[in-house]
Structure formats: C-alpha cells, structure tokens
C-alpha cells in the first residue's frame, strides 16, 4: 500500500481491463467461497471472479484471472509485531504461520475493536471501505481494543517469572478464544 496511490478499483489483465470491486465485506464473502468445501476449485474460482469484477468467465481463464486477483490486490500476510528485548533492540524474528484472526468467529470482536478504536460502525461501511483500508485499519487496531487483546492471549506462551495463576488463567482464555474447531482437536 502506497498512501499517494490511488486505491484499486480496476486493473489490466493479459491486455484488458477489469473492473474491481475490494470493498472489504466483497472481500470477506471471497473468503466465504474458499472455505466452502461443496465447491471445486474452478467453482471458487468463477465465483470469486465474478464477485469482484462482474465478469463471468470459465475454465482456466477464471483460474488464472483469479489466481491474479488473489496475489495481487487479497492476499494478507500474517504480520507478527515487532517484539524488542529489555534494551529496545529487535528480537529475532520467529518464523510462526500460527492464524491470529478469523474474520467468521472473530467478527463481533473485530466490529467492537472498530467501534472502540475509531468510533466505526463497520455494517455502515460495507460497499465503502476498500480492502485496503479495512486491512490498515485492523492491522493498527490500539492494544487495548478487544480484538488485540485476543491476538495477545493466542500468542502468549509461558516465561519466567509469571506466577501459575497467572500461566493456568492464560492458559484457560488460549482455550475459549481457540481458532481450532473442536471437532478438528477431537480427531
């Protein structure tokens, strides 16, 4: 994201022009054509084409049209915060592809972190916000938003110097605010 860019509403693929639409609830119903497991990948790929650019396409054209979309103008990178030892200088960065959001189960916390963070009811701002945005937003979301502090307890492991109460009660939230389904742990 560059802030003297203007944001994507179209784009040139293979010599012609796309329209695209990355409001971020357009966005987030992508995301609920990828996890549906009823439709093949082709089936995904059609829909989400349509979805945000209008254009009906089949076969491999929507694969590789789609597959353009999605690594340029969707794809999120799980970025971990910077953590700095007792001095201020960079820890090491460890390589943890651990999910820290789900925007299904942790959309009440992400709307209320919104509403908190900058007074932002997201329901008025479907077919507004860009993808862009929304991601910005939720990436700079204040530590003591709802939504942050639900990052920080699914990050949590133990250190020194931290009381059982304290280890077992975090242990305790790591369960409740779990991204894995309970049916997934039970196998």
């Known amino acids: ?8 509403t179209s784009f040139v693929y293979e010599g012609k022009e796309y329209p695209l639409n990355l409001a971020f ?3 987030l119903d992508v995301f609920d054509v990828l996890d549906d497991k009823t439709l ?5 790929a059609e829909i989400n084409v349509e979805l945000l650019s209008g254009e009906s396409l089949k076969g491999e054209e929507s694969i590789n049209l789609w ?9 999120i990178e799980n970025k971990k915060p910077i953590e700095y030892d007792l001095k201020g200088n960079p ?5 943890d592809n651990k999910k820290m959001i789900d925007f299904d189960k942790d959309a009440e916390y992400i709307f209320a972190s919104f509403q908190q963070a900058y007074n932002m ?9 860009h993808w862009l945005e929304f991601q910005s937003l939720l990436n700079g979301l204040p530590t003591n938003t709802i939504m942050q502090r639900i990052i920080q307890i699914r990050l949590w492991e133990p250190s020194k110097g931290e009381s059982s109460e304290y280890k077992a009660n975090m242990r305790e ?10 049916d997934e742990q039970a196998e």
């Open 91 to 95: 820890l090491p960065v460890k390589k």
């Open 67 to 75: 597959n353009y979309i999605y690594e340029n103008f969707i794809e």
């Open 40 to 44: 093949r990948d082709h089936e995904k």
């Open 173 to 182: 939230l790591q369960k409740v605010y779990a991204l894995e389904d309970t």
């Open 121 to 129: 009811n997201l329901f008025q701002m479907q077919g507004k916000m």
């Open 1 to 8: 994201m560059r802030l003297n860019d203007p944001l994507v």
């Open 25 to 27: 609830d357009n966005v």
